[in-house]
Structures are given as C-alpha cells and as structure tokens.
C-alpha cells in the first residue's frame, strides 16, 4: 500500500542573534506577524501559513484513515459513560439552590435555580446550549449570581482565544442588560452588596493588565489597579465572610494580595503585604481574623499564620499551623465556625477540619491512591461543607459533610450509564528510583487480570510543570485503553506539587531536567517491572506536559513506540524570548529569561525541544494545536513537526491535527472534545500495534 506524502515544508532560514549567540531557525516564517488579530478572528490568518495547516491536517486525516472506524467506537465507548441528562448536586445560596443541568444530547449546560430545598420550579438562568447554536467555539468561563439574588453574570469566549466578553442578566425580567464588558479575562467578581462588577482586563497582548469597577446593572468603567508588571497575573474574588474585595497579583513564585474593604467598594486598594519575590502567599478573613496560606521564612511546604490587623502585613502575623517539611499545604476553606486546609503528603490528600477552638480532624480514604478535593459553596454560616472523593477505579463521590457531628452524607455518585464494575480494576502505587536517587510515584490503573510480563499495552502520561499535581483521578475515557487492555500510568513526576512545593522546586529553571530524567526513570521501572515493553509504550502530554514529550523524544526516542504531544509548548527558546507573547514575562520564573541571562539562555537551549531535534530514528508522534490558542500557539507544533521531519531517520509517521476552530483545550463542547480524545487514544493504539508487528 502506497502511503500519502506528508506536506513539504519549506525552509527558510532566520539568523537571531541573543546574548553573543547565534542560532538559526528554519520554519519561523509559520508564525504569522499578525497573530494578535488571529487571535480574535482565525480567519485572518497568513494564506501560506493556512494552506500548509489544512495540508497537515489533511495528511494527519488520510495517515489514520485506517482507524476511523476505531475512533468512532471509542467516541461511542466515552460519550456511552457520560450521563447525558446530568446535573450538579445544588449549592444552597440563602433562599435559592444553584446548579448546573444538562439535556439529552446537549453539548453545553443550563444554569438554573430553585427555591431552596424544593424540586420543581426552575428558573433559567443561562442556557448555554442555546447561545453555542451557529458557533464553532464557544466556552463559558465564570458564571456568577449577584449576592441578593438579583443579577447573573457570565464570561463567554467565541473563538478559543481568552478573549471574554462579560454580560450580565436581570433575573427579575429576564433580560439580559445593555453593555456588555468586552476583552475581559475569564473571571470576575461582584461586590458584596451586590452594586458593582469588578473585572479583568485584556491588553493587546492578551494579558490580563488592568482591574475595572463598574457598575452592576450597566455604565462608566472606573480603573481600580493598573499592574506595571508584564510579568504578573490578575485575579478578583471576594472574602468568604464577605468582607473584603480580594485582587490577587502574582506568578509562580511571588504574590501580593489588594484589599478593598466590602464597605467601601470604591475605595483604593491597599497591600496586605507588599510583594517580595520567592514569597507566595493567600489569605482570607475567617469572621474577626485574616488566616494566611505562606511559604514565607523558608516555609516550603507553606504554613498558615493569622492577623487582627485591618490590613495584614507580614510583621502582624502569628503562627497558625506550623510548616512541616513534606506536608503540603495546597489550600484552605473558611467558614464562620470551622476552617477546613487541604493537604497533600507523598501525592495523597487529606482534609483536616479545624474548629474555632482549635479541635480539628482529619478526612481521609483508605485507597492506595486516591484524589480528595473541597467543592466551593456560597455560604459562610452553615456547619456543612462538600467535597469530592474519587479514585482511577471509583467515580467521583458528592459528600456533605457536617463539620461539628462530623456526619457524611453522600449527595451524588458520578452515574456510568454504560455500566462500570470497579472490582474489574486495580489501581496501585510504585516508586521509580530517579539517577539522583529520588523516589518517584506512579499512579496504575489496568484491569485485575492484566499480565505483567510485558506484553500489555503501557500509556504513561506525565506533565511536571508550574506545581500542578497529577490527581489520581477517575477518567472516563481512559477506560476505553484499559478495558482493552491497556496499562493507564501516570507519572507523578519533579515539577509538579505531587509530593509538595519542594518537589515542584526540584524541577524548574535551573532543575528542569530532572522533569525529564524522572519520566524516564518512570518508563524504564514500569518497563523493568513488567508492565510494559521499552519501544511499545506510548507517552502522553499536554501543554507543558507537551514539553516532556518533545524532550524524552529526543532524549530516549527508543523507549517509545509512539508520542502524543497536545498543544505542546516545544519551542521554549524562541517563545521565552518574545516578550510579546501571552505567556512570556510571568513566565520567566519558571525557566528563566534568555533574553538577559546567559545561564538562562544556555540552560534553556540545552532542552528545548524544537532546538535539540538531531538526526536520529523517531517514534510514531501525533502533535495537536489550536489555532486560536493564546497559551501555545499554533506555530509551535506546526515548526516542531517541520523539524523532526527534516531530521528524523527512521519511517515512523509524524503527525500534525491543528483544531482550526479552537484554543487551547480543545474543542468546547464535552462531546466534540471527546472525539478528539479518541483520535489520541486511535493513535496511540495504531503506533503500538505498528511497533508490535515490526
């Protein structure tokens, strides 16, 4: 059988000059100039630059012709364990219970309302279902209801840019008000006496700069805080007793916290501490006391602290809940009788319910790995809180949970309606041994009969990046691997918070590639262990995660029978040194800035991704972008895919599939994204059978 040609790139060669070094860059004419406007409209995107996506696109459709008929029953298989008609379990609010619902075949949800306790007599708030007919795009960021119940708000974004656009409703008529709040970032936050709309604003750049006030019902935007940083993002929210207006600034290692007090919601915002860089901190006001989440004075794993002060600044805080090393402290829940903090020890949760008097307890499962996680709710006055309990083999649990008696009430069990029997499965914990000698979890799910003599498909699946741990989660998708088989792992690896802030230190900037030697470490001790083949597993990541697998591409390409690399950011040099970027300022914290610091520029060199393809024999890859993504832009895996071509020595296939209509997650409705999963998963297993037959 004649295979289809993939597109030929050209090149054309770009010298850059940084720092007293030279390198040269072939395809950096697929960035096209104008990518702002792409941004906000797709379609004004460079002719050429099109017509080779659509070509890539093409060939990527033609390449796995032979597996469509494979994606449409893993397509089936997932959309088959999605509840169609599902709705949250209603979050009371004073007289009324908010949640969200779907309908049958609907691909995005409806907000609505009860009085509370009842069950007839919906109203409406948002049918997003509705305002998605015609759209390519179209995904909901924040959805708010105003404090006294009268107004509701939501942030929409139509392209998959990160361009919001606010609008706000009248509950009472039903109308929704003139005056929509135009390039916003994705949140916002009413004030709590329900007058004014604080909301985020996005520069040329798609940066969130500026803090606007206006307000409620509609008129002037008044600026609130302009930040002079490039390098820092914005939030808004609003204390948990509703004291306070909240504005956070900050990056991955450096935050300052703004107050606004909720009686003068016009006032100028204050600095609970002013910022110093390497020290993070939250907090919230728990009825008499500001409670701080910090890292301050050394505090790696974060501690809590508190202050009577009006304003907090760090010289009135008292010790709270005293840092211990390898207890990480990821956050923390208010309420008018109890404090409720999240920890995470050896990539495990806990809750630890904490009353006014100082009693507290822990909430904790007996799995072997497991995610534990608080829900947010709208009341600060009540006993109950909620969280959500699941593991890879038991689908996610609602609990209330009642913090005096300490009385669990189960609200909701994530319904499979295709049916899943969690006895068929197991779920363990193994530890890879690192070069360094570090201790590196990983998360199995595979099913109970499953041979470990390493003839079994293996999916390793890893990210390591910005202190996001890996949840050991119940996925309803990679279940359609495992129940064919396949070995679903994840690597709980350095550059993630999995094992605490310490073990995402160890892997950032100058420490990045220990991210990398971990997710080895990882396939050669599940290789070892009989869990996979080394060249017939499949890696698999995202975004930074896609980083991981550009660089163990090149690294190990032998390890590996394919690579699925989504919306990966690969050409980490050439993007931490475009200062024009979304993302490039906040985020030299994390790997450094090349365009000032020589260490940093080496460093950076040393792995990227795009800039260390060499002539060498690589495994099956399938990249995926998207073409209004603010985060990773479409070029980057369109020059990634153009150089490992170039280079590659072996035959394995490489592919490119760019969502032409979408940004960096995907598609948005929960069905259309489903189907692109499936091409992964398709991939993944025609890579591996290709290798198997060899």
């Known amino acids: 059988m004649t295979l289809p040609k993939p597109p030929a790139a050209r090149r054309d060669p ?14 950096a004419w697929m960035k096209d100039d104008n990518w702002r406007e792409v941004l906000r409209d797709p379609k004004a995107l460079r002719a050429d630059i099109r017509e080779h996506l659509e070509a890539e696109n093409a060939y990527t459709k033609a390449m796995l012709a032979q597996t469509e008929a494979l994606q449409a029953q893993l397509f089936a298989e997932m959309k088959g364990r999605i509840k169609e008609d599902d709705s949250s379990v209603p979050a009371p609010d004073g007289p009324w219970d908010y949640y969200v619902r779907y309908e049958i075949g609907a691909e995005h949800p409806i907000h609505g309302r009860r009085r509370r306790g009842e069950s007839h007599g919906e109203q409406i708030l948002l049918d997003e279902e509705a305002l998605s007919k015609g759209k390519a795009f179209f995904q909901v960021g924040a959805a708010h209801h105003s404090p006294d119940h009268a107004l509701y708000a939501w942030a929409a974004d139509e392209q998959g840019s990160e361009y919001y656009t606010i609008r706000v409703k ?64 914005l939030g808004v929210g609003v204390a948990s007793d509703r004291s306070h207006i909240l504005i956070h600034i900050g990056n991955q290692e450096t935050t300052e916290i703004r107050l606004i007090p909720a009686a003068e919601p016009t006032a100028e915002p204050v600095a609970a501490e002013p910022r110093q860089v390497g020290v993070k901190y939250d907090l919230d006001h728990w ?47 208010a309420f008018a009788g109890h404090l409720v903090r999240a920890e995470r020890v050896n990539a495990l949760d806990r809750l630890v319910v904490m009353a006014r008097s100082g009693d507290e307890h822990a909430i904790a499962f007996e799995e072997e790995a497991y995610a534990l996680s608080l829900e947010g709710g709208y009341e600060y006055e009540t006993t109950l809180t909620r969280f959500v309990y699941q593991s890879p083999t038991t689908p996610r649990q609602w609990f209330d949970y009642d913090m ?10 994530q319904e499979v309606p295709s049916g899943h029997d ?90 990045k590639t220990n991210t990398f030697i971990d997710f080895i470490a990882c396939a050669e001790h ?169």
Do not use: C
Not at 14 to 27: C, F, N, P, V
Not at 288 to 301: F, L, P, S, Y
Not at 404 to 413: H, P, S, W
């Open 287 to 333: 009825t008499d006391r500001w409670v701080i989440r910090t890292n301050a004075d050394g505090a790696v794993d974060f501690k809590l602290m508190t202050s009577t002060a009006a304003v907090p600044a760090k010289a009135t805080w008292a010790e709270f809940v005293a840092h211990e090393p390898g207890r990480y402290i990821t956050g923390f829940a």
């Open 14 to 27: 770009k010298t850059i000059e940084q720092l007293g070094r030279t390198r040269a860059d072939d395809y």
């Open 422 to 511: 969690p006895a068929r499965y197991v779920a363990r914990r193994l530890y890879a041994t690192a070069p360094d000698g570090a201790e590196v979890p990983i998360t199995v799910l595979m099913l109970k009969d499953t041979p470990l003599d390493g003839s079994a498909r293996l999916l390793l699946y890893g990210y390591g990046s910005y202190g996001h741990a890996m949840e050991p989660a119940f996925s309803i998708r990679n279940l359609s691997l495992v129940d064919r088989g396949w070995i679903w792992a994840v690597a709980h690896i350095r550059g993630g918070s999995d094992k605490g802030w310490g073990w995402f230190l160890e892997g950032r900037k100058e420490k």
């Open 170 to 233: 009248d509950l009472a008529t039903g109308d929704t008000l003139p005056q929509a709040v135009e390039s916003a970032y994705g949140d916002f936050a009413f004030s709590p006496d329900s007058r004014w709309l604080f909301w985020i604003w996005r520069d040329e750049n798609a940066r969130p700069a500026k803090i606007f006030r206006r307000p409620a019902r509609g008129g002037e935007d008044v600026l609130v805080y302009e930040e002079p940083d490039d390098g820092m993002f």
């Open 404 to 413: 005096a008696t300490r009385e669990r009430t189960l609200r909701k069990t």
């Open 526 to 694: 599940l290789a070892e262990s009989g869990y996979g083949a080394k060249g017939k597993m499949v890696a698999y990541g995202g975004s930074a995660g896609g980083m991981l697998m550009g660089a163990v591409a090149n690294m190990r390409p032998d390890l590996w029978a394919g690579i699925i690399a989504a919306v990966p950011f690969v050409d980490v040099l050439n993007t931490m040194s475009d200062t024009t970027l979304p993302l490039t300022p906040p985020e030299w914290p994390e790997w450094g800035n090349p365009l000032e610091d020589a260490e940093a520029y080496d460093r950076i060199a040393s792995y990227s991704p795009y800039d260390n393809v060499t002539a060498q024999p690589y495994p099956a890859i399938l990249a995926t972008g998207g073409l209004s993504d603010p985060r990773v832009t479409y070029w980057e895996p369109q020059k990634w895919v153009a150089k490992l071509r170039q280079y590659s020595t072996g035959e394995a296939p490489i592919l490119l599939k760019i969502n032409m209509e979408a940004g960096h997650g995907g598609a948005s409705g929960r069905f259309d994204f489903l189907k692109e999963i499936a091409l992964d998963y398709a991939f993944a297993i025609w890579a591996v059978d290709r290798a198997w037959a060899r």
